[in-house]
């Protein structure tokens, strides 16, 4: 069962709190020179993930202490306990290390509450800018500029004379950019790191955001919740929805993010690669 919509609407101020000060922890290190480890998957690891990592939990055990929380620098919990969860909080402590690394200020704090492999609340903070967007089920969806009142988001109407492309900073492929040159009419490409991509469709500034690469559960969770309460989708190659501990491994198949639900996409998306495992 699904959470009371109110209590949800509550939960999301103490989150936001949270994911706001996992950032302060995160410029601290943004600061200086800071060194650049390597996880056992070769991708990059610094203290502000771990330092970021720490303040989410520490917060989140304290708000939710029933709670478990998976969070990507704690991921070795093995299926077998995550597939008794029923409710649980869904976290990267620093999604878009590499944009981080690069000091370019792409990167964000991503916080996720699932119910039956669903999101259903979260906030994705931008640390440099003090952005904040944030969701929750049947509550909406918003983005909040430091003091400024928070302002309600929605997706946009697709225009076939016209499309908004967003794409990942450090992870393009040819199949992106096959697609995007084979789009119809004016074709405009933004290029941004982190769940920034996701949010652009959220705020209603691009009609797509098409990822024919590999991810892992906490880099869309939050941001596929901003999306869907903004009016958008987030789906896989067979245009379902986007999952989450459903299956023992943490990696997402290929997704589409689309602003139009309504809109014909699968004409013009390349054909669909066979689903995971098959």
Same mark, same amino acid.
């Given at each position: 069962?699904?959470?009371?919509?109110?209590?949800?609407?509550?939960?999301? /101020?103490?989150?936001?709190?949270?994911?706001?000060?996992?950032?302060?922890?995160?410029?601290?290190? +943004?600061?200086?020179? &800071?060194?650049?480890?390597?996880? @056992?998957?070769?991708?990059?690891?610094?203290?502000?993930? *771990?330092?970021? $990592?720490?303040?989410?939990?520490?917060? %989140?055990?304290?708000?939710? !202490?029933? %709670?478990p929380i998976l969070s /990507?620098?704690?991921?070795?919990?093995?299926?077998?306990? =995550?597939?008794?969860?029923?409710?649980?909080?869904?976290?990267? !402590?620093?999604?878009?290390?590499?944009e981080f690394i690069k000091?370019?200020?792409?990167?964000?704090?991503?916080?996720?509450?699932?119910?039956? $492999?669903? #999101?259903?609340?979260?906030?994705? $903070?931008? !640390?440099?800018?003090?952005?904040?967007?944030?969701?929750?089920?049947?509550?909406?969806?918003?983005? @909040?500029?430091?003091?400024?009142? =928070?302002?309600?988001?929605?997706?946009?109407?697709?225009?076939? @004379?016209?499309?908004?492309v967003s794409g990942s900073?450090?992870?393009?492929? /040819?199949?992106?950019?096959?697609?995007?040159?084979?789009?119809?009419?004016?074709?405009?490409?933004?290029?941004?790191?982190?769940?920034?991509?996701?949010?652009?469709?959220?705020?209603?500034? #691009?009609?797509?955001?098409?990822?024919?690469?590999?991810?892992?559960?906490?880099?869309?969770?939050?941001?596929?919740?901003?999306?869907? @309460?903004?009016?958008?989708?987030?789906?896989? =190659?067979?245009?379902?929805?986007?999952? +989450?501990?459903?299956? /023992?491994?943490?990696?997402?198949?290929?997704?589409?993010?689309?602003?139009?639900?309504? &809109?014909?996409?699968?004409? *013009?998306?390349?054909?669909? !690669?066979?689903? *995971?495992?098959?």
């Amino acid at each position: 069962m699904t959470q009371p919509t109110r209590a949800l609407a509550d939960l999301l /101020e103490p989150v936001r709190t949270i994911a706001a000060a996992a950032s302060e922890k995160i410029l601290k290190v +943004y600061a200086t020179d &800071f060194s650049v480890a390597e996880k @056992q998957d070769t991708s990059p690891l610094t203290e502000a993930d *771990l330092a970021s $990592h720490e303040a989410i939990v520490a917060g %989140l055990k304290a708000l939710t !202490p029933e %709670l478990p929380i998976l969070s /990507e620098e704690s991921a070795d919990i093995p299926f077998a306990v =995550r597939s008794t969860w029923q409710r649980y909080w869904l976290v990267d !402590p620093l999604d878009g290390t590499k944009e981080f690394i690069k000091k370019n200020g792409e990167f964000t704090v991503n916080i996720a509450l699932i119910e039956g $492999h669903r #999101a259903v609340l979260s906030v994705v $903070h931008v !640390p440099v800018t003090g952005i904040s967007y944030f969701a929750a089920q049947g509550v909406g969806a918003f983005k @909040q500029e430091a003091s400024a009142a =928070r302002v309600a988001l929605s997706t946009r109407k697709a225009n076939p @004379q016209r499309f908004v492309v967003s794409g990942s900073r450090s992870h393009g492929d /040819e199949t992106l950019r096959a697609f995007v040159s084979s789009l119809p009419g004016e074709v405009e490409f933004i290029a941004k790191g982190s769940s920034l991509k996701l949010c652009m469709v959220a705020e209603g500034v #691009a009609d797509i955001y098409p990822r024919f690469g590999l991810t892992s559960e906490w880099d869309t969770a939050a941001a596929q919740c901003v999306v869907e @309460q903004a009016g958008g989708s987030v789906v896989d =190659r067979q245009f379902a929805p986007l999952l +989450y501990n459903a299956k /023992e491994d943490i990696l997402n198949p290929h997704f589409i993010v689309i602003a139009d639900p309504s &809109f014909d996409w699968r004409a *013009l998306l390349p054909p669909a !690669p066979p689903p *995971l495992g098959g």
